[in-house]
């Protein structure tokens, strides 16, 4: 009996499509695993310094510094400067934000990354953990007689919410695209436009005066720990939950 003949009588499952995206897009097992290592080795230098600036923060409304770079980036008047800035702040924003990570989420799942999407939803929910820790610090944001603040935000400003959710979750995308997709344009491009919008989201939250560079640089740290966090879930649980995913399959675990 042939081949198709035997898939006419349910004999053999029919192929699935999304291996074709295994075969061509995805790193080897060897080569992901290597890049892995790599990519937290430089977030856990990052994090580091976290919660020092934590308790500084907690004491002293701004640093100097903050006060500087703040009137250093605010001198620039460029329209196209200041349409990048407010962008980038705004699609930080609820339900801007929600509705993009969710869908990326989702879109993961679809195309046979299942694992990876669930790994990408713990890494959004970092914000949330983000958001007690402005409840503890409870520092004040910048004031409007010190700076240019475009809107006047209730909340405590460290950390940047916005610099965290992009820290952690493009941070993941970005580590995903690093360890998982072999050489190539798309491959370049997702990793520009990533890294491109991680840190200027930043700069982005100084320039409308919704934060200092103190909260922006402790969003950062604190994102790069709950992209470690993430990571280590990511890389434990694949061998045991979606080893038979569709594309990108984790090792079959020891017997």
């Not at 620039?76 to 993009?100: C, E, N, R």
């Not at 992009?166 to 990793?191: C, E, I, Q």
Request: glycine share 8%.
């Amino acid at each position: 009996m042939s081949e198709a003949t035997a898939r006419s009588h349910g004999d053999v499952p029919a192929p699935d499509p999304r291996r074709a995206i295994d075969k061509a897009v995805i790193a080897p097992r060897p080569t992901r695993r290597y890049r892995a290592a790599m990519f937290q080795t430089y977030v856990l230098v990052a994090s580091v310094a976290f919660v020092s600036l934590a308790v500084l923060a907690h004491t002293v409304a701004y640093f100097p510094l903050d006060l500087t770079i703040t009137k250093w980036v605010q001198n620039y008047h460029g329209q196209w400067f200041a349409q990048l800035m407010y962008s980038l702040s705004w699609i930080g924003f609820y339900p801007q934000v929600a509705i993009m990570a969710t869908t990326i989420c989702i879109a993961l799942f679809v195309t046979g990354l299942r694992w990876e999407a669930v790994s990408s939803l713990i890494a959004a929910c970092g914000v949330g953990i983000g958001t007690l820790v402005k409840l503890v610090v409870y520092r004040p944001r910048p004031s409007p007689d010190l700076i240019r603040v475009f809107a006047q935000l209730p909340s405590s400003g460290f950390p940047s919410g916005h610099v965290l959710e992009f820290t952690a979750f493009g941070g993941f995308l970005t580590f995903l695209t690093f360890t998982l997709l072999k050489p190539s344009p798309l491959r370049v491009v997702l990793l520009v436009i990533f890294c491109s919008v991680i840190g200027l989201m930043g700069l982005s939250r100084i320039y409308q005066g919704q934060h200092w560079f103190s909260d922006v640089m402790g969003a950062y740290l604190f994102g790069s720990l709950w992209l470690m966090l993430t990571i280590r879930i990511y890389r434990s649980g694949k061998a045991r939950f979606f080893v038979t995913q569709p594309v990108a399959k984790g090792p079959v675990p020891a017997q």
